[in-house]
């Protein structure tokens, strides 16, 4: 039971810690999906560092030594709670949010995570050693691990605020600690192998196809992660089940209860692959989560159940499990590193989906041979050709599409741009900024339309009544969030409108590809970075309004929308000011936690819907400063009551969760950053 016992709260604290370290430091970066990206990779390249420290270890000290060692560092980790991490941490500069992630979460959890990922080779040895068979017990710590995933945000993060979260697993950690201690004691007289030096070391054909069959899996996982959260349904809870299902990939084959049967696996592999890259270029299916999600998700599964049951039945004897489990984590990482770090440099576009399926035949190439009959080594080579063929169709699909109508693309941390152009030589010729597949801004190309605000910000939007209720005087506009530039459209000699943008590409793109910020009449100035932060760092600026329309694909930061971050807006704010903040969304309902984040301050706001395109919680001090037409015209009260703000220390996302029947602008299809199809792109 003691081995179970620390293996089993070692893998829940290894798990634990990924969404937890992600909430605490997404608010800092901008609350993309390539945080999370980012992180996973880092968890997965600490979990390389720290099964190479085991399997060295059990190569090369003795039993008694690899205890001492690894109690030793156990202490001294301990240095390092309670795990917060510290403030200074908090980005200056938005071009190397890669970097600066890394260095954070190494610096704040990076020695406790990676003995808690030794952890598990190492208890599994030293429960070898007693003449036990440990390949159960990684089933069990994967196991954990899907308890840690699933816990986090439907027992843990709607209960718990952060700080008080971030307590509780520097206690647990301790508690891991001392579990390993009396573990280390009660062994210390067993009988072990001895150290992998005095042993066969395994063959590099074994150790490049064991990393070979655990690199898929991973990269799949981060890039069907990744294709989700960006273009599918962009919800933040959304990254939990790709991970669960990997992880139980493992738990079917080394719990050691089911048989594996290599053709079938490798069939319903192929079947799959083939499916998921016609869909994905399917239209039809571009605004239909409930068929993508479930699809790929399912995918994602067969496709781990494969390769991880090949690797189930390649493992060696278990005085060889550490350097079984480091070329494992090895493989991972690379994986992740190949979609997180290597596709955003080399890659124009996210074809990282459609590459990963054509290379799923690398490893059903490996499983040909197994098979001593021609007619199965036949079958699994029609396999392979097939999984290769579908993969290749979706990167031409891809890339086809992006030449057919494309003005300029770029890939950043934060996602693939596109510019696109619709209807040349028409009246309605005009401009796109696509994030992914979401239109993130629209300009007309014709003379007399240039500077016409289109979208979600026409004069008939909050943004344009609100602008229309402002003073003669010459006016200050902030707004987070550059797009295209659309709200430049709006200033007049003497204005001065402000924007803050976190990604610099986005303003290379505005700059170069719309004209809205070198037509307008206004001063126009653009802050790079994190928005909140930049404010926060700012002296008051006074602003007649403040417009908040940020947004990661079809999902606004959340950082952005608590208690605390209105705190930081009205600082910036002339007694009189304005608030509009965009709350529109396909999935979740944000206008009560808006508002509600808005009263805590003592402000009063209504919500105003556009049917054409968008609806906006706007607030402001002075109730009777929302009845000035026509902006009083157009909003609606809202009811706060019995609503709790978010907090930076408290988000329940669950509560916003959108039924689709408690919102009349989501029955009318309103999304605010427009989710519509175009021929010209989303073409079969």
């Not at 594996?260 to 039809?284: C, D, K, P, Q, S």
């Not at 290597?342 to 990282?352: C, E, V």
């Amino acid at each position: 039971m003691l081995p179970a016992g620390a293996i089993l709260l070692s893998a829940f604290l290894l798990f634990l810690v990924q969404p937890l370290m992600g909430r605490l430091i997404t608010p800092w970066f901008g609350g993309s999906a390539s945080v999370w990206t980012t992180c996973l990779v880092f968890f997965q390249g600490a979990l390389v560092v720290g099964y190479g420290y085991a399997a060295l270890s059990i190569r090369l000290l003795s039993p008694k030594w690899q205890r001492l060692l690894h109690l030793i560092l156990l202490a001294a980790s301990l240095l390092a709670l309670p795990m917060l991490p510290d403030a200074n941490w908090k980005p200056a500069d938005p071009h190397h949010a890669l970097i600066q992630i890394g260095g954070l979460l190494l610096a704040s959890v990076g020695a406790p995570y990676m003995l808690l990922a030794a952890t598990g080779p190492l208890v599994q040895s030293w429960h070898a050693g007693g003449g036990h068979v440990p390949w159960r017990l990684y089933a069990f710590s994967n196991l954990a691990s899907i308890a840690a995933l699933l816990a986090y945000p439907f027992a843990i993060e709607p209960w718990f605020a952060l700080h008080t979260q971030a307590l509780a697993w520097s206690a647990f950690y301790l508690l891991a600690a001392l579990l390993i201690l009396a573990l280390a004691w009660r062994t210390r007289r067993q009988l072990q192998p001895a150290p992998d030096s005095t042993a066969i070391p395994p063959k590099r054909a074994d150790i490049a196809t064991w990393a070979i069959l655990a690199a898929l899996p991973t990269a799949l996982l981060v890039a069907t992660t990744e294709y989700l959260t960006r273009d599918v349904a962009p919800l933040p809870l959304l990254w939990i089940p790709p991970l669960a299902l990997y992880l139980l990939s493992f738990v079917v084959w080394f719990d050691g209860r089911m048989r594996f049967h290599r053709l079938f696996w490798m069939l319903a592999a192929t079947v799959f692959i083939v499916v998921m890259a016609r869909v994905m270029t399917m239209v039809r299916f571009r605004f239909e989560p409930t068929v993508l999600a479930p699809l790929f998700l399912a995918g994602l599964f067969v496709v781990c159940l494969y390769c991880h049951g090949e690797l189930a039945q390649r493992r060696p004897e278990p005085r060889r499990l550490g350097s079984y489990y480091f070329a494992l984590s090895l493989g991972g990482a690379l994986g992740g590193l190949m979609v997180a770090v290597a596709a955003p440099l080399l890659l124009t576009a996210h074809y990282d989906m459609a590459i990963l399926l054509a290379a799923t035949s690398v490893p059903l190439a490996l499983g040909a041979f197994a098979f001593a009959r021609p007619l199965f080594k036949g079958a699994v080579l029609v396999c392979t050709g097939l999984a290769l063929a579908a993969g290749l169709y979706g990167v031409r699909h891809v890339y086809r599409v992006d030449r057919d109508i494309l003005v300029s693309q770029q890939r950043s941390f934060y996602g693939t741009l596109h510019v696109v152009e619709e209807d040349i030589g028409k009246p309605d010729h005009r401009r796109e900024l696509m994030h992914g597949i979401i239109l993130h801004g629209l300009q007309y190309m014709a003379p007399e339309r240039r500077r016409e605000p289109t979208e979600y910000y026409r004069p008939q939007s909050a943004v344009g009544l609100a602008v229309a209720t402002l003073p003669e005087r010459p006016r200050r506009i902030a707004v987070i969030g550059l797009g295209a530039g659309t709200i430049a459209a709006y200033g007049r000699p003497g204005d001065t409108i402000v924007f803050y943008e976190i990604d610099p590409a986005i303003e290379r793109i505005a700059r170069r590809d719309f004209t809205f910020l070198a037509e307008s009449d206004a001063e126009i100035e653009v802050v790079l970075g994190d928005a909140r932060l930049s404010l926060e760092r700012e002296p008051s600026r006074n602003y007649d309004l403040l417009v908040l329309d940020a947004f990661s694909g079809n999902a606004p930061p959340l950082h952005l929308l608590t208690v605390e971050a209105f705190g930081i807006y009205i600082r910036h704010l002339a007694t009189d000011g304005l608030i509009a903040v965009q709350v529109s969304h396909k999935f979740l309902t944000f206008d009560p936690f808006v508002l509600a984040a808005a009263v805590a301050h003592g402000w009063t706001g209504g919500l105003a819907t556009d049917r054409m395109t968008s609806e906006w919680i706007v607030a402001t001090r002075d109730r009777a400063r929302l009845a000035q037409a026509p902006l009083g015209e157009a909003l609606k009260p809202l009811d706060t009551t019995g609503i709790r703000p978010w907090t930076d220390d408290f988000i329940d996302i669950l509560r916003a969760l959108r039924d689709g029947s408690d919102s009349e602008a989501g029955s009318d299809g309103v999304s605010g950053q427009a989710e519509r199809p175009r021929d010209a792109v989303e073409r079969p």
